[in-house]
């Protein structure tokens, strides 16, 4: 019996190894599967800014904005700021592995004609009336050009300059600070598409967004730096969303909301 006992032992040392490997390796097949499906790109993959004092200086930018004479903003009304809010949220709480939690989000409506659309850390975002009155033809599209922007904010995708403004500043300095390079921006693009999937959103409208932005170039101009880098977008974007099943990357047609409409008619 003790002879027997003596034989077995090594087989199941080497039973309980099996198991072992094969329950970890079916964690790890598990863990694969939610991660491909939650996380769009590894955290390798796209630069993010971990200076914290820097992204705290960044983020107070906010007032230099704000108090600058020359810069006027506009009152959001409480209905539109909690319509930005729900916007806001419902991206959000649908991509949690995605966008960390933070401060409640803040809108500023800046009264300026020309278009443009930014985000600062800590979930700050700016949006001209331009924007708002000649190009935010429908909801999706606003939907979109916030998302990428709630992306970039939430996961504090902002290139570390060496020299920081001081004092008062202007927005086309704002948008020179912040912009990143093309290869990430499309890694973030990706990364807003899947993001307005899983919140149940017109993932579609984000080509819709850059094809107005490279349609009308001049008025970009604050927001693009480089007319051929958007039409570079573009054509990534469409390639990408190929890939994804979209032969004839067509938008589906959207209603807007009721909510949108009265937003968009505040700022006419």
């Not at 490997?21 to 993010?48: A, G, P, R, W, Y």
């Not at 007319?227 to 959207?254: A, T």
Request: glycine share 2%; with cysteine.
């Amino acid at each position: 019996m003790n002879n027997f006992c003596v034989y077995m032992r090594p087989l199941c040392r080497a039973l309980f190894l099996f198991s072992v490997s094969i329950l970890l390796l079916s964690c790890s097949h598990i863990k694969k599967f939610l991660i491909q499906e939650d996380v769009i790109v590894s955290n390798q993959k796209i630069h993010t800014t971990k200076k914290v004092d820097y992204i705290d200086h960044l983020s107070s930018l906010s007032k230099s904005i704000l108090n600058n004479k020359d810069i006027r903003s506009l009152r959001l009304s409480k209905r539109n700021n909690e319509y930005l809010k729900g916007i806001f949220q419902r991206i959000v709480s649908n991509n949690e592995l995605l966008l960390p939690k933070g401060p409640p989000p803040q809108f500023y409506l800046i009264d300026d004609k020309v278009p443009f659309i930014f985000s600062l850390p800590n979930y700050q975002f700016f949006i001209s009336k331009g924007l708002v009155k000649k190009y935010f033809k429908n909801e999706s599209l606003l939907v979109s050009a916030l998302c990428f922007e709630i992306v970039k904010s939430g996961r504090n995708l902002y290139p570390a300059q060496r020299v920081f403004p001081l004092g008062l500043i202007q927005i086309p300095q704002v948008l020179s600070l912040i912009r990143i390079d093309i290869n990430t921006k499309l890694e973030v693009y990706k990364w807003t598409y899947f993001a307005l999937r899983r919140a149940e959103y017109d993932a579609m409208a984000l080509l819709n967004w850059i094809q107005t932005q490279n349609k009308n170039t001049l008025d970009f101009s604050w927001q693009i730096r480089d007319p051929r880098g958007i039409s570079r977008e573009e054509f990534l974007l469409k390639n990408f969303l190929v890939s994804q099943g979209f032969g004839q990357v067509k938008s589906p047609e959207i209603n807007s909301s009721k909510m949108f409409y009265r937003f968009q008619d505040s700022y006419k």
